[in-house]
């Protein structure tokens, strides 16, 4: 979405209302596609003593493959979304500022930069989920695999000393 800003610049105390909704279903996040449902965008564009700012919030409902165990886990994502909006700027390098051509903020793009920005580095399906067996394959969650009753051989020769 595209919004026309200049009322919002020439006017103090101006706020325009944002809420839409963003599709992402093409975008990929891994090897998966998980952005079925759309990113909710709700907020406000404002002019608070001729600083003009956006304030919103972006939401959407994900099921993600547990990056430890694979399961298919759900997974809700809230991003904050807060710049401040300028028409013209003294240094490229500021971060804290986003330039705005022609009043013309094309909200789409900060939305998606923002919400990636901001996605887990780890989608997990509990803090302490144990995994699958890499020997296996078995997920370790449902309990333990036959895999750890193997002995190592250096210690089964000890125990046999042991023993004698
Ligand atoms: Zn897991
Ligand atoms: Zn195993």
Redesign the pocket.
Do not use: E, I, P
């Given at each position: 979405m595209v919004i026309n800003l200049e009322s919002v610049f020439n006017s103090e105390g101006l706020s325009l209302p944002v809420d839409y909704s963003l599709d992402l279903s093409s975008e990929t996040l891994g090897s998966e596609k998980p952005f079925v449902y759309p990113v909710a965008v709700k907020g406000r564009v404002f002019n608070h003593t001729g600083i003009v700012e956006i304030e919103a919030e972006a939401s959407t409902h994900i099921i993600y493959p547990?990056?430890?165990?694979?399961?298919p886990?759900d997974f809700d994502l809230d991003v904050k979304i807060n710049h401040i909006l300028v028409t013209s700027i003294n240094d490229e390098n500021n971060d804290d500022f986003m330039l705005i051509k022609s009043y013309m903020f094309n909200l789409d793009e900060i939305v998606i930069e923002d919400f990636f920005l901001s996605l887990p580095s780890k989608f997990?399906?509990?803090e302490d989920?144990k995994?699958l067996c890499f020997k296996c394959g078995k997920n370790l969650?449902e309990g333990p695999c036959e895999c750890k009753k193997e002995i190592d051989p250096r210690l089964a020769v000890l125990s046999q000393l042991l023993d004698s």
């Open positions: 547990c990056d430890r165990c694979t399961a886990t997990l399906c509990s989920c995994g969650n």
